[in-house]
Nanobody, 125 residues
Framework: QVQLVESGGGLVQPGDSLTLSCAASGRTFRTSDMGWFRQAPGKEREFVAA????????DYANSVKGRFTISRDNAKNTVYLQMNGLKPEDTALYSC??????????????????WGQGTQVTVSS
């Protein structure tokens, strides 16, 4: 079993950058694919980015391509989401999770488990 804790969110202005962290505990992190999802009030949870256990494969939602970068440091049991050029529409609760079913880099939330509590990102001037 893996436990995940997100951090790094906050209130920023449009165009600013943030780096989110997802710290994992447990003994299966290094062989698990990881994903970032986000959910804004009144909207469904949406896929943001995913990375395979080896970091060889990555995928991004079209809305964040070119602005966000997902990475992981297995030695530190941590997954990161670097967010550049933040926009107001990026405002959401960001959560990380471990993929346990479906294909590598799945964009379907039900293919993930061990959800963290999330970290809030608010982009406003």
């Amino acid at each position: 079993q893996v436990q995940l804790v997100e951090s790094g969110g906050g209130l920023v202005q449009p165009g600013d950058s943030l780096t989110l962290s997802c710290a994992a505990s447990g003994r299966t992190f290094r062989t698990s694919d990881m994903g970032w999802f986000r959910q804004a009030p009144g909207k469904e949870r949406e896929f943001v980015a995913a990375v395979s256990w080896s970091s060889f494969n990555k995928d991004y939602a079209n809305s964040v391509k070119g602005r966000f970068t997902i990475s992981r440091d297995n030695a530190k049991n941590t997954v990161y989401l670097q967010m550049n050029g933040l926009k107001p529409e990026d405002t959401a609760l960001y959560s990380c999770a471990r993929r346990t079913s479906g294909p590598v880099l799945s964009r379907i939330s039900r293919n993930y488990d061990s959800w963290g509590q999330g970290t809030q990102v608010t982009v406003s001037s």
